[in-house]
């Protein structure tokens, strides 16, 4: 008897916590995040040499 009683409590406590509103993310934060992100994708390749290429000479 206890545990159809518990597994309902838990099935209802999902569905409720899957069934909330989406956080918003605040567009200054994510746009200055992706800007970070392009400035350390810039700086790990802006070195690199093409594929076939030799660095150095």
Known sequence: MII??????????W???A????RATGDPASLAEH???MAAM???TAGAAA???RSGR
């Open 4 to 13: 159809p009683v518990v597994a309902v409590v838990a099935a209802a406590l």
């Open 15 to 17: 569905a409720g916590w």
């Open 19 to 22: 069934q909330r509103a989406p």
């Open 35 to 37: 800007r970070r992100f």
């Open 42 to 44: 810039e700086r790990t």
């Open 51 to 53: 594929p076939g290429e």
